[in-house]
T-cell receptor, first 116, second 115 residues
């Protein structure tokens, strides 16, 4: 059973370009969470998705950021018109249908985005 | 909304010293509690978790944590640290609130062990 797979591991973009980060959850997991880790800071929640639904996007910046988790395929975190301040590590986690019922979230290895 | 506080931002210890990292959360309802570790350049790994039952939970690598409900705390402890424990440690909480169960993290504590 493969773990949470994120790709690419490293992504370099010029200012103004788009960044697409992919996350394939563990088999059987239908919940996906995206977190951002800025240099010297902790993890900040961005968005929580279930298949085809956004449950909580309270941590997403209002502009340029979007996320989806389609019925088929990986979850995508999309950042349009990237700026230097978007440089960070983006972590995806997945969990089975109900995190509340004594399960845990498993993390991917993250995507390190560098905006030059 | 829930929040998590880790007051120690950077802790430096010598090998064999005892460790306690503080974690306090704010949420009025029932919660699950977690400690994750992030070794340099790696992803987060679960150290231990509390769901219910005995408030003293034991995790991997000799770590343990105690849930004190009255203090809203879930401090991480280890009696004798090793150089390999150098890492960043994150406390996290998720409310038992079916339908929105996001994990909220503290800002982390960087632990440096001096050989």
């Amino acid at each position: 059973n493969a773990g949470v797979m994120q790709n690419p591991r490293h992504l370099v973009r010029r200012r103004g370009q788009e960044a697409r980060l992919r996350c394939s959850p563990m088999k059987g997991h239908s919940h996906v969470y995206w977190y951002r880790q800025l240099p010297e800071e902790g993890l900040k929640f961005m968005v929580y998705l279930q298949k085809e639904n956004i449950i909580d996007e309270s941590g997403m910046p209002k502009e340029r950021f979007s996320a989806e988790f389609p019925k088929e395929g990986p979850s995508i975190l999309r950042i349009q018109q990237v700026v230097r301040g978007d440089s960070a590590a983006y972590f995806c986690a997945s969990s089975p249908p109900s995190l509340g019922s004594n399960t845990e979230a498993f993390f991917g290895q993250g995507t390190r985005l560098t905006v030059v | 909304a829930q929040s998590v506080s880790q007051h120690n931002h950077h802790v430096i210890l010598s090998e064999a010293a005892s460790l306690e990292l503080g974690c306090n959360y704010s949420y009025g309802g029932t919660v699950n509690l977690f400690w994750y570790v992030q070794y340099p350049g790696q992803h987060l790994q679960l150290l231990l978790k509390y769901f219910s039952g005995d408030p003293l939970v034991k995790g991997i690598k000799g770590f343990e944590a105690e849930f004190i409900k009255s203090k809203f705390s879930f401090n991480l402890r280890k009696p004798s640290v090793q150089w390999s424990d150098t890492a960043e440690y994150f406390c996290a909480v998720n409310p038992i609130n079916f339908g929105n169960e996001k994990l909220t993290f503290g800002t982390g504590t960087r632990l440096t062990i001096i050989p």
